[in-house]
């Protein structure tokens, strides 16, 4: 326990508390000011009627706090109710992109096979070619095979560009929330 001798209104009260000394002193002065002021405003009153009137201006103020408080409590819990949700929906999102985004990047590796083993066939043929002339027909159908497994595989990547910065825009949205409800959080707590 602290113990400190305070003087309100030019009377010395002693205060014992658990809080802090410099704690005590300051509501004592806050105390002794109001007092003062109501005083001063009118210098006919006893020091009892100033006491009065001081604990009613301090009660009034202890209201206001508190209505204030408990409004900043419930838009708070409303916040934190609000931002959850969104929380969860983005999240199931971006498992959902994550799949999407291995199947395409699946789907990329085999046409990349593909078109290695195409590239491969392809020298074979062209090296074959000035021995056998007929093959000409099927070198120019691998050429457009080729023409079509590169094509394929252009949108493949471009699907997967398109997942990828669809899935970095939705971390970036859910840090910003995680940051929101931590900031709504530690308000709360503040305003505890």
Same mark, same amino acid.
């Given at each position: 326990?602290?113990?400190?001798?305070?003087?309100?209104?030019?009377?010395?009260?002693?205060?014992?508390?658990?809080?802090?000394?410099?704690?005590?002193?300051?509501? $004592?002065?806050?105390?002794?000011?109001?007092?003062?002021?109501?005083?001063?405003?009118?210098?006919?009153?006893?020091?009892?009627?100033? $006491?009065?009137?001081? $604990?009613?201006?301090?009660?009034?103020?202890?209201?206001?706090?508190?209505?204030?408080?408990?409004?900043?409590?419930?838009?708070?819990?409303?916040?934190?109710?609000? &931002?959850?949700?969104?929380?969860?929906?983005?999240?199931?999102?971006?498992?959902?992109?994550?799949? +999407?985004?291995?199947?395409?990047?699946?789907?990329?590796?085999?046409?990349?096979? +593909?078109?290695?083993?195409?590239?491969?066939?392809?020298?074979?043929?062209?090296?074959?070619?000035?021995?056998?002339?007929?093959?000409?027909?099927?070198?120019?159908?691998?050429?457009?095979?080729? $023409? +079509? &497994?590169?094509?394929?595989?252009?949108?493949?990547?471009?699907? &997967?560009?398109?997942?990828?910065?669809?899935?970095?825009?939705?971390?970036?949205?859910?840090? +910003?929330?995680?940051?929101?409800?931590?900031?709504?959080?530690?308000?709360?707590?503040?305003?505890?």
């Amino acid at each position: 326990m602290n113990k400190v001798t305070v003087k309100i209104h030019g009377s010395e009260y002693p205060m014992v508390s658990e809080k802090s000394k410099d704690y005590m002193i300051k509501i $004592a002065h806050y105390v002794d000011e109001e007092m003062t002021r109501i005083s001063e405003s009118n210098s006919l009153l006893s020091t009892s009627q100033v $006491a009065i009137l001081s $604990a009613l201006t301090v009660t009034d103020l202890l209201f206001e706090c508190s209505e204030e408080n408990d409004k900043l409590t419930k838009e708070n819990e409303e916040l934190v109710k609000k &931002a959850e949700k969104p929380n969860q929906e983005v999240q199931l999102e971006m498992r959902k992109l994550k799949l +999407e985004l291995n199947k395409k990047v699946e789907e990329l590796g085999t046409k990349q096979t +593909e078109i290695d083993s195409l590239k491969s066939e392809l020298e074979n043929k062209s090296n074959d070619l000035e021995e056998m002339n007929p093959l000409k027909k099927e070198i120019e159908e691998l050429k457009n095979s080729l $023409a +079509e &497994a590169n094509e394929k595989t252009e949108i493949a990547e471009k699907l &997967a560009s398109d997942f990828q910065n669809k899935l970095y825009d939705l971390q970036l949205k859910n840090i +910003e929330l995680e940051q929101e409800l931590n900031y709504i959080k530690a308000s709360g707590k503040l305003l505890k």
